[in-house]
């Protein structure tokens, strides 16, 4: 076996209500809690709130602005809202961009660095402020990551990766899940199987537990993604789906994702989709531009979705994966063609220079990405 290292993930609560047993596990003083409107209004931070204040947390401090793809200028008003509150931890509460900005906030209250000085890869190397994650949708495996992205001028996504930002708790509570519209379902599903595909194939850091993780992610979401949509109410579908959205996070975290992730950010930095359905709409094309380095690593991962291919050769099996993702992305209701959410062919000159602008992603594509291959492979998704 060659040498490897992998980094684990937060103490892990799992189990319906275990948002609200945190209190349990928080230190005293004043709670900094990060979340957004939404989730604030349809009342899934209530438990979790009632309890802190039960067990004499009184001075909750609520930041719910942040929004869709988060800004420094938000990322900034949380971290002042929580100096000025006084806060001694942090929790985050909601999908991607909550739980983004609380590991970020949580990291510059506690050790007091200044944001500029810590972008890029295991740079931040203080200590932050205790910090406990509530994931609301099973996509994007933030509560498992030492990774926060923060959309900065001109929609240029930049982005913290490193271990202080690792939470000490996280709780995996699959009936905050079960009110989800099936488009954020589907959106979000879609992302965290792009995780599991991406972390197994990835062309650094893979190593035999990161690719346990994300076979296992990958069976749990592609087994339970359409469940999840037709039967929204259903508690197993859901609790697989948190959990393997969680796995796929330990995996990627450990085996960095890549091209399909660097072509979606600038279509959520520049056009603002949804992050889940920027990686859907670039995951067929990519995948194909990556299926003879990655092929034998597709064709392991094809009998876990498609029935009866184990006698296949690779390459069918293969191309059986990438048919198999393209169908589940349809059957989710998600439209697959850049072209179905506004984006024109004038568009693909800039979103190829932006997505070069992704080198931390697409050093660990399986298959090198140039400017020309992502004009190509934006058309060919167009």
């Known amino acids: 076996m060659r040498p490897f290292t992998f980094n684990p993930g937060p103490r892990i609560l799992s189990g319906d209500g275990s948002a609200a047993r945190l209190a349990d596990l928080l230190p005293e003083g004043p709670c900094l809690l990060v979340s957004d409107k939404q989730v604030v209004r349809l009342g899934l931070i209530d438990a979790c709130r009632a309890s802190l204040e039960a067990a004499g947390r009184r001075d909750i401090i609520l930041f719910d602005e ?5 800004s420094r200028d938000t990322l900034l008003a949380a971290v002042e809202r929580g100096r000025e509150g006084g806060a001694t931890h942090v929790v985050g509460f909601g999908g991607g961009s909550p739980m983004d900005v609380a590991k970020l906030a949580a990291y510059l209250l506690g050790s007091g660095d200044d944001l500029d000085s810590i972008w890029g890869v295991d740079v931040a190397d203080g200590v932050g402020l205790p910090l406990a994650l509530v994931p609301t949708t099973a996509g994007t495996g933030s509560e498992a990551t030492p ?4 959309t900065c001028e001109g929609g240029i996504k930049l982005a913290v990766n490193a271990r202080p930002l690792t939470a000490d708790w996280a709780a995996l509570d699959p009936g905050l899940t079960l009110g989800l519209p099936a488009e954020v379902t589907a959106a979000t599903g879609i992302d965290a199987i792009v ?4 972390a197994f194939t990835s062309a650094r850091l893979k190593n035999p537990i990161s690719d346990a993780l994300a076979r296992e992610a990958f069976r749990l979401l592609t087994g339970n993604l359409q469940v ?3 039967d ?3 508690i197993d579908a859901r609790s697989a789906m948190l959990l393997g959205a969680h796995l796929a996070g330990l995996a990627f975290a450990n085996a960095p994702v890549a091209g399909v992730h660097a072509l979606a950010y600038p279509l959520g930095g520049l056009h603002h989709l949804p992050h889940g359905l920027s990686n859907a709409l670039m995951l067929r094309t990519v995948m194909q531009h990556n299926s003879e380095a990655a092929r034998d690593l597709y064709a392991e991962l094809a009998p876990l979705l ?7 050769g690779s390459q069918a099996r293969c191309a059986a994966l990438i048919d198999g993702l393209d169908r589940l992305v349809v059957a989710s209701g998600l439209k697959p063609r850049l072209r179905d959410h506004g984006i024109s062919l004038d568009d693909i000159p800039t979103l190829a220079r932006e997505a070069m602008k992704q080198t931390r992603l697409l050093v660990n594509n399986p298959c090198h990405i140039d400017e020309q291959d992502a004009r190509r492979l ?3 998704a167009w």
């Open 66 to 70: 942040v929004e869709a793809d988060p």
């Open 147 to 150: 990774i926060s992205v923060i």
């Open 195 to 198: 995780h599991s595909v991406e």
């Open 228 to 230: 999840a949509i037709d």
């Open 232 to 234: 929204p109410a259903n």
């Open 306 to 312: 498609v029935a009866d291919c184990e006698a296949l």
């Open 378 to 380: 934006y058309e060919a």
